[in-house]
């Protein structure tokens, strides 16, 4: 693989243009000046097209991946546990080839003119991507990466270290001065106290992360972190990306593009995770009967609604969708009732032309319709797409804590974390549901609904042995985690929670993914591929 760095300024080149023309008349004509090739990057232009590129490969192909293997959503073959190695090249590229190219050239033309807030933030979001390549792949092409034909992979062990300096070093580049301008920064605005806390909350959730390799080494790293107050505390700290609206052009959240554009629809929900939703609670004996008790709730989740979005009220036993009756054990399609229509884990047998059916995504996290019992198609004139990628949020900071105290010697209550937690996620949940598709009155949760459910699960929390206690805590990171997969994924690699449904008897399954595969293109070009890139070869902290 060859990696090469180069200036990706989409628009720069026309402003670029207009500047040196209407500039000073004695470079007006210098014929060696090509102004549409600008020989330095503008830092102003080149960061949103970072943030941009990071996001989209990250959250198309990997992200869908990651929550389809841990049966957030349904996804043929990815919930089979049968992944291919031509399934994230795209990824890969766009996530080396450009972002992490580009984010080399902003770091050396930042330092190079005492810019170094933007310094900075570029290393914070390098080590931010570099975790995730290492936590999705294990060992990946790192001192070598910008500048080898054949990038060595370097351990994933002896990344994590360097990228804990990285951060470091952005957080004294960050308070070294130097102003972000906001429209360079599309996800906190030049806002370096929110990056600060930002880049200490990653910290936190690589030490968690690692915390089976050296548990006293994550116990006082996240011990620190905590007494020092500096990580994310506030939803209206989160760490993610807001997308726009609209088609033409696409800058809408791409599952919304997906899911409300009735020529492609291509997207499937999971049907254990609506029963989850639902309460816990099987359609029909014997379904689902390795569900927990401990995660059983018996009421209504909050955020069932807001999630998704039922284009039919019902359908009626023997419709072409369900073929077979709610009493029928076994069926391919297990439909859930009530006109919650998704998949079973893993089914990728063919199924009727129901795209006019099946429950699409709603107004969280991806800008759809909240379902308001309207009971109609959706189409791409409905909801905005304005959705949002929750990268690290407020949320996770507390299930995070919540989970170091239960394994760690950490100091803290795990059980007034897990009620912040949860108390995070619906409000984050219900905020960008009211900014997008205000619910009617009778339809959004009140306050003594959301009460009884969080009171449900602290009984269940309560009631529940040590183990126990850990699995309602994953069970509602692992919810509250919808719209991001990955770390959805991360957290079941390292704790084994939320346990989860068999793949259907009627397809043969793969082993299950303890990483996702190398890309093709690497694996045909590059002698320093890792021989051994088995998904059954765990990555170096899921032990």
Not at 30 to 37: A, L
Not at 181 to 192: E, F, P, R
Not at 369 to 392: E, H, R, Y
Not at 449 to 477: C, F, H, P, R, S
């Amino acid at each position: 693989m060859k990696i090469l760095i180069k200036h990706r300024i989409r628009f720069a080149a026309a402003l670029l243009t207009f500047f040196l023309v209407s500039g000073c008349s004695e470079t007006f004509l210098d014929i060696n000046t090509d102004p549409n090739n600008p020989s330095e990057a503008t830092l102003d232009l080149v960061m949103p097209a970072i943030q941009v590129g990071y996001v989209s490969a990250f959250l198309r192909d990997v992200e869908r991946a990651s929550a389809a293997i841990v049966d957030q959503v349904h996804s043929g073959d990815y919930g089979r546990w049968r992944l291919t190695e031509s399934d994230f090249n795209n990824a890969w590229k766009g996530l080396y080839t450009e972002s992490l190219a580009d984010i080399e050239v902003v770091i050396a033309q930042a330092e190079e003119s005492e810019q170094l807030a933007y310094a900075g933030m570029a290393k914070i979001q390098k080590a931010y991507i570099y975790s995730l390549l290492v936590d999705l792949w294990g060992d990946v092409p790192f001192q070598e990466a910008m500048d080898a034909l054949n990038p060595v992979y370097d351990p994933g062990a002896d990344i994590y270290p360097q990228l804990f300096t990285l951060i470091d070093e952005g957080m004294a580049d960050l308070e070294a001065g130097g102003v972000i301008q906001a429209g360079a920064d599309m996800i906190y605005g030049g806002d370096k106290a929110k990056w600060n806390k930002m880049a200490n909350s990653l910290k936190l959730k690589m030490l968690l992360q690692t915390r089976k390799v050296d548990p006293t080494a994550s116990a006082v790293g996240i011990s620190a972190i905590l007494n020092s107050g500096l990580y994310i505390t506030a939803n209206e700290e989160d760490f993610q990306f807001q997308f726009g609206s609209g088609i033409a052009p696409q800058n809408a959240h791409p599952y919304w593009v997906q899911d409300y554009n009735t020529s492609s629809r291509a997207g499937l929900q999971s049907n254990s995770f609506f029963v989850k939703l639902r309460g816990g609670s099987p359609r029909r004996p014997g379904d689902y009967t390795n569900i927990s008790a401990n995660v059983r709730y018996g009421v209504e989740d909050p955020r069932l609604r807001y999630y998704f979005y039922r284009q039919v009220g019902g359908l009626p036993e023997g419709h072409a969708s369900i073929p077979c009756d709610l009493n029928q054990i076994g069926c391919f399609f297990q439909y859930t009732g009530e006109g919650y229509l998704g998949r079973d884990r893993g089914d990728n047998s063919v199924g009727p032309a129901d795209g006019a059916e099946y429950t699409a995504y709603g107004v969280y996290p991806v800008g759809g319709l909240f379902d308001a019992d309207q009971f109609k198609q959706a189409t791409v004139n409905d909801g905005t797409g304005s959705g949002i990628f929750p990268m690290i949020t407020n949320f996770m900071m507390k299930f995070a804590l919540a989970e170091a105290t239960l394994t760690l010697e950490v100091p803290g209550d795990a059980r007034a974390y897990l009620e912040e937690g949860m108390r995070a996620s619906i409000l984050k949940v219900m905020n960008v549901g009211d900014l997008l598709a205000a619910p009617p009155t009778e339809f959004k949760p009140a306050d003594e609904a959301i009460n009884l459910y969080i009171n449900t699960v602290l009984a269940k929390y309560d009631a529940a042995d040590a183990a126990g206690k850990l699995e309602v805590v994953m069970d509602q990171a692992y919810v509250a985690l919808f719209g991001n997969g990955i770390e959805a994924y991360n957290n079941y690699r390292r704790t084994g929670y939320p346990k989860l449904m068999p793949v259907v008897d009627n397809n043969e399954a793969g082993p299950f993914p303890r990483r996702l595969v190398y890309v093709v293109d690497e694996i045909g070009a590059n002698a320093n591929v890792p021989k051994d890139y088995s998904v059954s070869n765990p990555v170096f902290w899921d032990k």
